[in-house]
């Protein structure tokens, strides 16, 4: 899966925004190959962009890393005025693991007047689909909730209405430690032009604007979600240019009162040693195994420094000391950073991309685009290196109704303390093959997959989570520890049967099942079978207790006799 790791980091790398409409739009893949260097892929099916965003996740629950890209022609070979947010299905390892367009998404085609982070991805309504939610400008700021129809391809825009921001940043997040994915931005909104907003999930579909006073933002710039301090809440680094232009790096701390609501304490640039800056990206993980929390910050700040990516290790008082020796490259707005264990050995590493900036021997910027891989490697400055957590000693999974609920008990970790730990789970029937997991993951190794939206894992003070099963069938349900460096434990599993009835009722006595090749019907008498696409479009026939050859992996829909219909993954 390391191949898979790279593209996910590359791809956000590889499609930076050209700074004016006079340069060629570009879509790279980065893959790794097997001497440790990288083949990269320009004509890889993705749509070439400029002021480009992407995010990799598994939206048909195949296992797969599927793309979802955002960003507009830059009038070289497409026109500035195109506007693009597209869905590409991963078809595995069988094709390569190419990348197909997905038609009728249902994503409005627009973008954010920002390159920033508009985009997070996760399951806000506890179905085992991975749901999406992005900023946009199209007659007005808006923050668009999608959510997933259940892995058909198709995302519908919820009629919600949130006080909306661009030229930030979007994330989903557990503010209140509810195992319920909440919703922060931050950024120019039509109210103000320092907005950051939290929205709570009331776990109906609906969320409410619980934003306490004391919170605000910025705009051109990005806010994060991490537990900075380690006590099992997520805390809030808002970044980017506040009034009158100040650049800003704040901190506010979230601490969770008896009545479930967060609460926020600021922290100012001043006391936490964190440099203000402009058009910028932090990033938060433990880098140095020392249990605590530390940042990657790349932006501009208003001492004449300029671009840097600047790396800041937290130390035992809570502050933060900046690394003055500057290991990584200078990229200013045009390019971009993103996190992930690429070779992974535990230890967090970093991927920079796009025009370099200031450079320590004072050279002036130049009109390059490296794309490069900074190993993290602890051991050479003296340090122990991080150690993989161990997975909780039990889990447990029952149902409740027409959900599954899922119980576990702590994990630990060498330098994590528990209350800092991060918990991931996955859940697969084993009749068709469907698996949805929280982030995604190597189901046998733990390894994640991804460096982005890591903050959607579940906090320490969660330990049970409710979903709904899709469809009935035996199930395999696991769970993982993750430490303050996002390195994850083997999954810890169970098994548990799902009975029928769950998503709706089917004919007796009718079962699909999934084949090598194909898939097969098992039926008490003959019927014809029809296998069509999620839109409707019929790819195979045949009848009942035979098997029938499918052209490609995929996400289908099984039809037969009077009142048969199961949705397959094959």
């Not at 260097?37 to 002021?51: D, G, M, N, V």
Request: hydrophobic share 35%; with cysteine.
């Amino acid at each position: 899966m390391k191949r898979l790791i790279i593209a996910g980091l590359t791809a956000l790398a590889a499609g930076m925004p050209a700074a004016a409409h006079v340069w060629d739009e570009l879509a790279i893949l980065a893959r790794p190959d097997n001497e440790g260097t990288f083949t990269l892929e320009q004509y890889c099916f993705i749509q070439p962009s400029t002021y480009t965003n992407a995010v990799f996740f598994d939206f048909d629950n195949d296992g797969n890393l599927d793309l979802l890209l955002m960003g507009q022609g830059g009038d070289w070979n497409f026109s500035g005025e195109l506007k693009y947010v597209l869905l590409y299905r991963n078809l595995g390892p069988e094709e390569d693991f190419r990348l197909e367009p997905v038609t009728d998404t249902g994503f409005q085609q627009f973008r954010d007047e920002g390159f920033y982070n508009p985009v997070s991805t996760g399951d806000y309504n506890h179905d085992g689909y991975t749901d999406v939610v992005m900023m946009s400008y199209h007659d007005g700021r808006h923050v668009d909730l999608y959510l997933n129809d259940q892995g058909t391809g198709r995302f519908v825009r919820q009629d919600i209405t949130f006080e909306a921001a661009t030229n930030g940043s979007v994330m989903f997040g557990d503010l209140n430690n509810d195992g319920w994915l909440d919703i922060e931005f931050s950024g120019y909104s039509d109210r103000t032009s320092t907005a950051l907003k939290t929205y709570i999930n009331r776990k109906d579909g609906t969320f409410a604007d619980l934003t306490p006073d004391n919170l605000y933002g910025a705009f051109q710039g990005q806010s994060t979600l991490a537990d900075l301090d380690g006590d099992g809440t997520l805390d809030i680094i808002s970044t980017g240019n506040g009034d009158n232009w100040v650049c800003l790096s704040s901190i506010f701390y979230n601490t969770i009162g008896a009545d479930g609501t967060p609460a926020y304490r600021y922290v100012a640039e001043a006391e936490s040693g964190i440099l203000g800056v402009s058009r910028a990206n932090p990033l938060a993980a433990d880098l140095n195994a020392d249990g605590r929390m530390d940042l990657v910050v790349n932006g501009e700040p208003s001492d004449g420094s300029g671009f840097r990516n600047r790396i800041y290790y937290q130390k035992e008082d809570g502050t933060f000391a900046m690394d003055t020796s500057y290991p990584v490259v200078p990229v200013n707005q045009d390019g971009g950073i993103n996190m992930g264990d690429w070779n992974g050995d535990g230890n967090m590493d970093l991927i920079v991309g796009g025009y370099v900036g200031t450079l320590n021997d004072g050279a002036p910027s130049t009109y390059s685009s490296p794309l490069r891989v900074y190993e993290n490697k602890p051991e050479q400055a003296g340090l122990k290196g991080n150690t993989f957590p161990e997975a909780p000693a039990e889990v447990a999974a029952e149902m409740d109704g027409n959900e599954l609920v899922i119980t576990w008990s702590d994990g630990s970790d060498t330098e994590s303390p528990t209350a800092a730990l991060r918990y991931n789970l996955f859940l697969r029937n084993e009749d068709t093959g469907e698996t949805y997991t929280m982030i995604p993951a190597d189901l046998e190794t733990g390894r994640l997959k991804v460096g982005t939206d890591l903050q959607t894992s579940l906090s320490s003070a969660v330990k049970t989570y409710r979903i709904k099963p899709f469809g009935a069938g035996e199930y395999t349900v696991g769970v993982q520890t993750l430490d303050q460096a996002y390195a994850g434990s083997p999954f810890k599993t169970c098994r548990v049967t799902v009975a029928t009835g769950i998503d709706a009722p089917l004919a007796e006595g009718f079962k699909a099942i999934r084949h090598t090749a194909g898939i097969e019907v098992k039926a008490p008498c003959e019927e014809a079978v029809r296998v069509c696409t999620p839109d409707g479009r019929t790819v195979a026939q045949g009848v009942t207790n035979e098997e029938i050859l499918l052209p490609r992996k995929g996400v289908y829909i099984v039809s037969s006799g009077p009142s048969f219909t199961a949705k397959m993954l094959f």
